[in-house]
């Protein structure tokens, strides 16, 4: 904690407004022997010591004066205590009587007005903080999907389109199929969730045959997603289409197609 910081509690300190913990803090940091914060805590306390002084006097009607008088004449006669060992009350300047309430208020006003400039500039910067870390979010992002475009600009990529086929009006696939490592990557929109039992197949289709390219399931927003290497007995794909299947896939397609797009 800096002395600017420290600065901002002296004055809840010697009110003992603090929590536990930063009292703690703060007499741990006395402990250790700092002589500005030392020196600031004495004049705190002195003003503080003084602050009973700062109303101004006012004369008490003249039988509550002569009583008390009275009554302090008989206790000392009583006590009979030395001069010596009375207790002397500090001699309180008029010009401190007439000024301490003004100095007192702008003193206080000045201490809200730290911690109130203190808790701004904390906060100041963890909202700069958040603003930094949300700035490096987006540029790792921007430069994740530069990279995808560049990739999509490839020779080596082919991009086949999947229309709705049946019983998905807004449904909309597309398969990236990067040719030099001979992968499939399948990306469907918009596709309702599978009923209970059911899950959706992609198949790669051939003049010959049509070979599973593997099961999938769609989110609530109807999302979905599958990477497949393309098998060599798959190598003269002619068009690609997913259909609804029982859950686990079958070896040959036997429901519903919902998608379908030539290669």
């Avoid at 002195?46 to 009973?52: G, K, M, N, Q, R």
């Avoid at 990557?185 to 197949?201: D, H, I, M, S, W």
């Avoid at 979905?224 to 070896?251: D, H, I, K, M, S």
Wanted: charged share 20%; hydrophobic share 45%; with cysteine.
């Amino acid at each position: 904690m800096t002395h600017e910081e420290l600065r901002e509690r002296w004055g809840l300190y010697v009110l003992d407004a603090l929590a536990p913990e930063e009292r703690r803090e703060l007499e741990s940091h006395l402990a250790a022997g700092c002589p500005a914060c030392q020196q600031e805590l004495r004049a705190l306390r002195e003003a503080l010591d003084l602050l009973p002084y700062a109303s101004p006097l006012a004369d008490p009607p003249p039988a509550v004066r002569a009583r008390l008088l009275q009554r302090g004449r008989a206790e000392g006669r009583a006590r009979a205590t030395p001069r010596a060992e009375r207790p002397e009350l500090p001699v309180v300047p008029a010009w401190w009587r007439r000024w301490a309430p003004a100095a007192w208020g702008l003193a206080l006003a000045g201490v809200a007005l730290t911690l109130l400039l203190g808790w701004g500039l904390q906060n100041a910067w963890r909202q700069l903080a958040l603003l930094e870390a949300e700035r490096g979010r987006l540029e790792v992002l921007v430069a994740r999907q530069q990279e995808a475009i560049e990739g999509l600009r490839s020779p080596e990529v082919r991009i086949v389109s999947l229309a709705r086929f049946q019983d998905a009006p807004a449904a909309v696939g597309r398969i990236f199929w990067y040719t030099a490592p001979n992968v499939w990557e399948f990306k469907v929109y918009r596709l309702p969730p599978a009923p209970p039992g059911k899950t959706y197949q992609l198949w790669f289709i051939t003049r010959e045959a049509k070979i599973s390219a593997g099961t999938f399931q769609t989110s609530e927003t109807g999302d979905g997603a599958l990477r497949v290497p393309v098998p060599p007995e798959a190598a003269q794909v002619t068009a690609a289409a997913v259909t609804l299947e029982p859950e686990g896939g079958v070896p040959q397609p036997t429901g519903p197609i919902y998608l379908y797009g030539g290669v």
